[in-house]
């Protein structure tokens, strides 16, 4: 896949700027503590370590719908996603794109969404990712202390 270079800037924009946010909420005794990965389908999203995904799941359109349905059957997707326990916040058809899906989750199991996607999703459509974090506690915060 290739993007436009404003795409490239915009996204290399989006990445800084999220890696500096939740380094906000990081301090250095947590980048240093090792601990064990939480078991697959473990952990809740809570107010303190939900994420919000967006994924773009766009179709192959050099091939007829009715043979991407039976690859995804046939690959488990609706069977596999989302995880349990994962929630769907909104999931919509966008035509000329495909579907694309919103899920909250908690951090750690960003990984198990990635590859419940790349087992069962790869080959019937193209897949973008994009994280982002509940920022509107803060916003109203910074609101209320500039009044």
Not at 35 to 51: E, L
Not at 71 to 97: H, N, R, T
Not at 128 to 144: L, S, T, W
Request: proline share 5%; charged share 20%; aromatic share 10%.
């Amino acid at each position: 896949m290739t993007f436009a270079p404003w795409q490239r800037r915009s996204l290399r924009r989006f990445i800084s700027l999220l890696l500096a946010g939740m380094c906000l909420f990081c301090d250095g005794s947590t980048v240093a503590q090792t601990v064990a990965a939480p078991q697959a389908g473990s952990a809740t999203a809570t107010a303190d370590n939900a994420v919000l995904l967006t994924v773009f799941l766009r179709h192959d359109q050099s091939r007829p719908l009715s043979e991407l349905n039976a690859q995804l059957a046939k690959q488990g997707f609706y069977k596999a996603f989302p995880p349990p326990g994962i929630e769907v916040v909104s999931w919509y058809v966008v035509m000329g794109i495909g579907q694309v899906v919103t899920l909250r989750l908690p951090a750690s199991r960003l990984r198990e969404v990635n590859r419940v996607l790349e087992d069962t999703a790869w080959g019937a459509y193209h897949t973008e990712f994009y994280p982002a974090y509940d920022y509107k506690a803060v916003a109203a915060a910074e609101h209320e202390k500039a009044q």
